[in-house]
C-alpha cells in the first residue's frame, strides 16, 4: 500500500515538475522535484529504495522528454548512489547534510544526464550554459531539500524506527 | 555492516545503470520510434489534466483578489502587443522585399499552410532540455520535423510523436539553429538557443552593420523553416571588428514558460 502511494506521489511530483516548475525559473534553471524527492526517500528509507524509486521517476521523466527512454533514469540512479554514501556516513540528523547532499547530487544527476545524452547523441548544452544551470538548479533544489526531508521522513517513518536500533 | 551494505548497493546500483543504458540504447533505435512515441503518449492525458487543474488553481485564486484577473489582462495585452509588433516588423521587412517574398511574410493568409492548433501539456523536465509537450500527434497529422508557431512567432520543431502527443525542440533548446534575416540591415545569421535568452551570429557585410531594436526573421536559407516567420528583436549588439561576425541577444518574441497554444504547420516539408 505504502509503495502504492510513493508510485502516486512520484507520478504527481513528476507532472508537477513538468507543468508547473518551470513557471519559477531562475536563471535559466527550476527545481527538480523528482530528484529532491528520490534524495528524501535515499535519506529517510536508505539507498537501496532511493535507488529503486529513482529508476520510477527516472523513467516518468524519459515519459515527457525527447529522446530514448533511460537518460534520465541513470542520471537519477547516481544521485541516490551519492546521497546513500552521505547517509552511511554521516549523521541523519543534521539538517545541513541533506541540503548539502542535494547540492551535491543535482551536479552528479547533471552531469550524468549531458554524458548520457552525449554518449546518445541527444542535444547538449556547451559547458559554459551547462554551469551556469547547474549551479542555479543545485542551489534551488537544495533550498527545497529540508520540506521534501520532513515529507519523506513522515512517509517512511516506520522503516527508519526499525533501521536504527543499531 | 557498513561493509557489507556498500557492495551491496554498488552492485544494485551498477545493475540498475546498466538495465537503464540497454532500455536507452534499445528504444533509440528507429525500429522501436513508434513504441517509444505511443509509450510517451500515454503520459499526456495527464499533464493536460494537470495543466488544466493550475488553470482551475488560479482561477480559484482569484477568488481572494484581482491578481488573476489582471495578469489575464497583462497577458490579453501582451498578446495584443506583440500581435501588433509582429504587424510591424512584418510590413517592414516587407518594404524591403518584393512582392513573392511579402506574400511569404505574410505565409498564414497568402501561402494558406494548413495548421492543427495544439495545447501545450508539459514542458522538459530540466533546464537542458528546452522541449514543450504538445496534445496532438501523428493521429492529428503532427509529424516529426513540422514547424511550430504561435501567432508571435516561431516556437521550434517537432522532435518527435506519438499518436496523441508530440515532443516540440523549441529555440531556446541548446542545439536548435534558425538561419534569420534581419528586418532593418538585411544582415543574415544564425540564432541559437540558450538558457536565458536567443544569440545571433550576424556575418559581417558590405551593407551596414545591426542595431538593437531590429526583428529577425527566419531566411528560409537551408529550408529548415519557411522564410518569414519573426523569431525576436535584437536586444544589443556586439560589434567585433577582429572577428567575420558580429553577436547579438535575441528577445524571443515567445516565452516558453508561459505559452499554452501553439500552431503546427502541417503542410510546410523541412529540406
Known amino acids: 500500500m505504502k509503495r502504492l502511494a510513493i508510485a502516486g506521489l512520484l507520478v504527481a511530483i513528476v507532472l508537477v ?11 535559466g534553471a527550476f527545481p527538480n522535484l523528482a530528484l529532491v524527492a528520490v534524495i528524501a526517500i535515499t535519506w529517510s528509507a536508505g ?6 524509486w529513482a529508476c520510477v521517476a527516472g523513467l516518468l521523466l524519459d515519459l515527457t522528454a525527447d529522446g530514448p527512454l533511460g537518460p534520465h533514469a541513470v542520471a537519477l540512479l547516481a544521485g541516490a548512489y551519492l546521497s546513500g554514501f552521505w547517509v552511511r556516513n554521516l549523521d541523519r540528523e543534521s539538517l545541513l547534510h541533506p541540503v548539502i547532499a542535494a547540492a551535491a547530487s543535482t551536479a552528479i544527476y547533471s552531469a550524468v544526464l549531458v554524458l548520457a545524452d552525449d554518449l546518445l547523441g541527444l542535444p547538449v ?6 554551469l551556469q544551470l547547474v549551479v542555479a538548479a543545485s542551489v534551488y533544489n537544495a533550498a527545497l531539500m529540508p520540506v521534501a526531508l520532513a515529507a519523506g521522513r513522515k512517509l517512511h517513518s516506520p522503516v527508519t524506527r526499525r533501521a536504527e536500533p543499531v | ?23 536507452a540504447m534499445v528504444t533509440e533505435q528507429t525500429w522501436a520510434e513508434g513504441a517509444r512515441g505511443a509509450v510517451k503518449s500515454t503520459l499526456a492525458p495527464l499533464e493536460a489534466a494537470m495543466t488544466q487543474l493550475a488553470g482551475n488553481l ?7 483578489g484581482d491578481v488573476s484577473a489582471l495578469r489575464a489582462e497583462n497577458q ?3 498578446a495584443a502587443d506583440q500581435a501588433l509588433r509582429r504587424q510591424v516588423v512584418e510590413l517592414n521587412a516587407a518594404a524591403k522585399e518584393n512582392a513573392a517574398l511579402r506574400q511569404a511574410l505574410d505565409f498564414e493568409r497568402s501561402y494558406g499552410h494548413r495548421m ?31 514547424i511550430v508557431t504561435t501567432g508571435a512567432g516561431l516556437v521550434g520543431r517537432v522532435q518527435e510523436a506519438g499518436p496523441h502527443g508530440a515532443i516540440v525542440q523549441t529555440l531556446a533548446d541548446p542545439q536548435s539553429r534558425v538561419n534569420v534575416f534581419l528586418s532593418k540591415s538585411g544582415l543574415q545569421g544564425t540564432v541559437t538557443g540558450g538558457p536565458a535568452a536567443l544569440q545571433l551570429e550576424i556575418e559581417h557585410s558590405l551593407a551596414g552593420t545591426a542595431s538593437g531594436g531590429e526583428w529577425a526573421l527566419t531566411s528560409g536559407v537551408g529550408g529548415g523553416y519557411p522564410r518569414g516567420l519573426v523569431v525576436g528583436e535584437l536586444a544589443s549588439v556586439t560589434h567585433r571588428d577582429s572577428s567575420t561576425s558580429d553577436q547579438a541577444v535575441v528577445a524571443w518574441v515567445n516565452d516558453p514558460a508561459f505559452i499554452s497554444l501553439v500552431l503546427v504547420i502541417t503542410d510546410f516539408v523541412p529540406s
Open chain 2, 1 to 23: 555492516m557498513y561493509g557489507r551494505s556498500q557492495p551491496r548497493s554498488t552492485g544494485l546500483f551498477l545493475a540498475l545503470c546498466a538495465t537503464m543504458l540497454v532500455l
Open chain 1, 47 to 52: 539507498v537501496r529504495q532511493g535507488m529503486a
Open chain 1, 17 to 27: 515538475q513538468v507543468t508547473w516548475a518551470p513557471r519559477i525559473t531562475v536563471a
Open chain 2, 116 to 146: 492543427v492548433a495544439a495545447q501545450i501539456v508539459g514542458r522538459g523536465p530540466d533546464g537542458f532540455s528546452r522541449t514543450l509537450e504538445v496534445d496532438r500527434g501523428t493521429a492529428d497529422g503532427v509529424q516529426p520535423g513540422m
Open chain 2, 58 to 64: 488560479d482561477r480559484v485564486s482569484s477568488a481572494f
Open chain 1, 125 to 130: 548544452p556547451s559547458l559554459g550554459i551547462a
Open chain 2, 76 to 78: 490579453q495585452l501582451t
